[in-house]
Each structure stands twice: as structure tokens, then as C-alpha cells.
């Protein structure tokens, strides 16, 4: 088992919104850079939603999310993982979403991207860090991994970051 640690959270003060992950992906580690797979869907949604499309430079993909009001992380610190498959998953510690939610007092909605990050949220923060009150809602994953749900269905679940807001 291999044991991995997440990035740093990308943000500003005037985000709003905060898309979780759970542990970047093998490939995403090896660039340093969030979803960075190719077949990963979220940069093609986020450049339908908000401009950050998949062929811009990976800071202005962040930028593009910045000025939207996004902040991006990961619910997990470090995990141990063989892979990239959340499945694989073990030996989990968060991130500190208390200081992290503290310094960015704007967000008041969290969106997970996927089963996964939304488990280990509630099973390691939700109830064990003082955090503000938030609404928390489940995406789909834009994984490679999660196929059988169509790109436009995927896409037309993640509109809610532009219209709930």
C-alpha cells in the first residue's frame, strides 16, 4: 500500500462554493494537478459551467474556478491506496475543514464529487469538526470509473453549481 497525501486547497476569499473530492487519482499525483486524467470529466463540465475548459493552461483552469466563487479540495489528507480507485481506499485522515471553512467564510455550499468523498465526509468531519452550517450535496463522479452514467446526465446534475448559488 502505497500512502499518498492530498494537494492544498485551491481558493480565495470570496468563494462561495467548495467541490470535494476524495484523493486525487494516481495520474492527477504524478502531474501535481487536480483531475488531471484525461478521461476525467471535470474540466470539460467546468468549462461548460464556468469557462475553466480542458485545453486552457492548468492555472487558468484555476483562475476560471477562482472568479466563479469555486474553492477545490480533496476531504482527505492521506490515505493509503493501490491505485486510483476509491475502492481502494484505507487508513483515511481529513483535511481540517474547520480552519480551512474559518478562513473562507463566504462558502456555504459543498458539493462532493462522488459517493466516496461524500462518505468519508460525514464519516470523518461532519461530526467531528466544528463546522458552519452548510448545505452538503452529492454529485456525480466525474471518474473514469463511474461510465455508466452518460456525460450530458453527469453535466446536467453539475449545472446545479450555477444555478443554486
Given at each position: 500500500m502505497q500512502r499518498l497525501?492530498?494537494?492544498?486547497p485551491v481558493a480565495n476569499r470570496n468563494a462561495r462554493i467548495l467541490i470535494?473530492?476524495?484523493?486525487?487519482?494516481?495520474?492527477?499525483?504524478?502531474?501535481q494537478q487536480?483531475?488531471?486524467?484525461?478521461?476525467?470529466?471535470?474540466?470539460?463540465?467546468?468549462?461548460?459551467?464556468?469557462?475553466?475548459?480542458?485545453?486552457?493552461?492548468?492555472?487558468?483552469?484555476?483562475?476560471?474556478?477562482?472568479?466563479?466563487?469555486?474553492?477545490?479540495?480533496?476531504v482527505l489528507q492521506t490515505c493509503e491506496r493501490e491505485g486510483s480507485l476509491d475502492t481502494a481506499i484505507k487508513h483515511e485522515q481529513a483535511n481540517d475543514f474547520s480552519a480551512f471553512l474559518a478562513?473562507?467564510?463566504r462558502i456555504t455550499?459543498?458539493?462532493?464529487?462522488?459517493?466516496k468523498a461524500e462518505l468519508s465526509f460525514k464519516r470523518h468531519v461532519a461530526e467531528k469538526q466544528a463546522l458552519p452550517q452548510l448545505k452538503l450535496q452529492r454529485l456525480p463522479s466525474t471518474s473514469p470509473?463511474?461510465?455508466?452514467?452518460?456525460?450530458?446526465?453527469?453535466l446536467s446534475e453539475w449545472r446545479i453549481l450555477t444555478t443554486d448559488n
Open positions: 497525501n492530498s494537494f492544498p470535494l473530492g476524495s484523493m486525487p487519482g494516481q495520474r492527477s499525483l504524478d502531474a487536480y483531475y488531471a486524467h484525461p478521461h476525467n470529466a471535470f474540466w470539460k463540465i467546468m468549462g461548460e459551467l464556468v469557462s475553466a475548459h480542458p485545453h486552457l493552461p492548468y492555472e487558468q483552469r484555476m483562475a476560471a474556478l477562482k472568479q466563479a466563487g469555486i474553492a477545490l479540495w480533496d478562513n473562507h467564510p455550499h459543498v458539493y462532493f464529487n462522488g459517493s470509473a463511474h461510465a455508466g452514467m452518460p456525460y450530458e446526465a453527469k
